[in-house]
Antibody, heavy 118, light 107 residues
Framework: QVQFVQSGAEVRKPGASVKVSCKAS????????IHWVRQAPGQRLEWMGW????????KYSQKLQDRVTITRDTSASTAYMELNSLTFEDTAVYYC???????????WGQGTTVTVSS | EIVLTQSPATLSLSLGDRATLSCRAS??????LAWYQQKPGQAPRLVIY???NRATGIPARFSGSGSGTDFTLTVNSLEPEDFAVYYC?????????FGQGTRLEIK
């Protein structure tokens, strides 16, 4: 079955960086773009950016574009999201998701909790 | 940035009732609107894409309508598993944005 498996929870200090991985299986990885979406506690979903898994082209939220980098390794069917210069406001659950059926986000990872704490 | 405003914030209904959830966009998104269901501790699940198309595996009691700036998600004959938070999302403009959510709770 089609699924995404994300890396485990992370705790970082303010100013540090974090890199989250998302391994895809059950479909041809390069066929669909992958989004990264985060959700701070009690907040709405926030789109961070996406990557064309085929050619590696990316697009980022203007709010985060100076701090976020999305990459992929096609040989490993894995996408990555790195966020730099972390602040307390970056504490959230981070999801990878596929732009699939009708360009809707039709498959989601289980989420990775990133906690920024001093 | 396109702002999506959902109403009501909370909807309290009984099993078997019909739920009507609204999403209004700050500018036209054509039909490029999706709906997601999210239960506590879980990732969101795609329910409707392109305003009115049910995603794979979604029961027929779910339907979506609307275009331009006003959209509706209707859930007929509520089942226990339907109680969750629902988000709308637009993909016509960058950045992609989500509404703030409607919590559908059991009365």
């Amino acid at each position: 079955q089609v699924q995404f498996v994300q890396s485990g929870a992370e705790v970082r200090k303010p100013g540090a960086s974090v890199k989250v991985s998302c391994k895809a299986s059950g479909y041809t990885f390069t066929t669909y773009p992958i989004h990264w979406v985060r959700q701070a506690p009690g907040q709405r979903l926030e789109w961070m950016g996406w990557i064309n898994a085929g050619n590696g082209n990316t697009k980022y939220s203007q709010k985060l574009q100076d701090r976020v980098t999305i990459t992929r390794d096609t040989s490993a069917s894995t996408a990555y999201m790195e966020l730099n210069s972390l602040t307390f406001e970056d504490t959230a659950v981070y999801y990878c998701t596929r732009a699939g059926q009708g360009w809707g986000m039709d498959v989601w990872g289980q989420g990775t909790t990133v906690t920024v704490s001093s | 940035e396109i702002v999506l405003t959902q109403s009501p914030a909370t909807l309290s209904l009984s099993l078997g009732d019909r739920a009507t959830l609204s999403c209004r966009a700050s500018q036209s998104v054509s039909n490029y609107l999706a709906w997601y269901q999210q239960k506590p501790g879980q990732a969101p699940r795609l329910v409707i894409y392109d305003a009115s198309n049910r995603a794979t595996g979604i029961p027929a009691r779910f339907s979506g309508s609307g275009s331009g700036t006003d959209f509706t998600l209707t859930v007929n004959s509520l089942e226990p598993e339907d109680f969750a938070v629902y988000y709308c999302q637009q993909r016509i403009g960058w950045p992609i944005t989500f509404g703030q959510g409607t919590r559908l709770e059991i009365k």
